[in-house]
Every structure is written in C-alpha cells, then in structure tokens.
C-alpha cells in the first residue's frame, strides 16, 4: 500500500489503533505504521490486554527494513516499562528508524515527554500533533486517567 502524506499516515493509523479501543485493559489502543519510500512497510496496534505496544509489532514485522523509515503513532512511544522488558523508544532507536511522527503526547509517567526526549538525543527527528484531537478523542478515558 502506498502512502504519501503525513495526514494519509497518521489517519491509518489511527484506524489501526481504532481496532482495539476497549480491548487493551488500562493501556491505550496505540496504532503504528511504519513507512519508507512512499509505501506502508509494516503496521500495527496495541494487542489485546495491552501488550505488546503497537511499536514493538510493527518493528517486528518490519525487521531490518525498519532503519530509516518513518514511524506514525498515535501516542508518545514509552520509554519506561515495568516489566524490564525494552521501551518502544529505545525499540525505534534500535531499529534505526530515522523519524518518528506523533499524533499526542503521552501524560503516563512512562512516557510524558521522555519518549520524545530519548528519541531527539538518539537522533531520531520527531514531529509531534498530526491528528492530535482524533488521538486524543480515541483514548479518552486513558487521558481522562492521566492528562
């Protein structure tokens, strides 16, 4: 599938993320579409019971074609998790994903601002409020917990 814009992308998704609002526990429903060169390489969302994160997905699917692509997802990639297991900003700074665009910020402790953070100092470019209402709007219960 090819996609040029970033409202195109993000708004896909969006719909991905859209598939699992209600069925991923205290986690948002996150949607992750990875491109390059034009066309959708990988895409994702937030499993049911909330993990994995969409991110986590979308890169596995991906695998190597993921350096250098651009990540779309609907919320601030954590950089924090309980379980010890990887962050999804240190997952697309492994990845080599060369920029990430995000629909909102995170207010969880485990992200609110420290996922962009980390993703800047790796130098990963971010590009953050495409489709923020619609995100927002989508998690609203989650941003009603936290933001």
Known sequence: MRIMNEDACMRRALERAAEGVGRTGDNPSVGCV???DGAV???ARTADGGRPHAEEQALAHAGAAARGAT????LEPCAKRTSGSTSCADLLIGAGVARVVIAAS???PFAAGVG???LQAAG???ACGVCEEEARAQNADFFARWG
């Open 116 to 118: 962009v953070e980390r």
């Open 41 to 43: 390489i990988a895409e």
């Open 34 to 36: 990875l491109v390059k």
């Open 124 to 126: 990963v470019g971010v």
């Open 106 to 108: 995170d207010p969880h």
């Open 71 to 74: 990540a779309y997802v609907t």
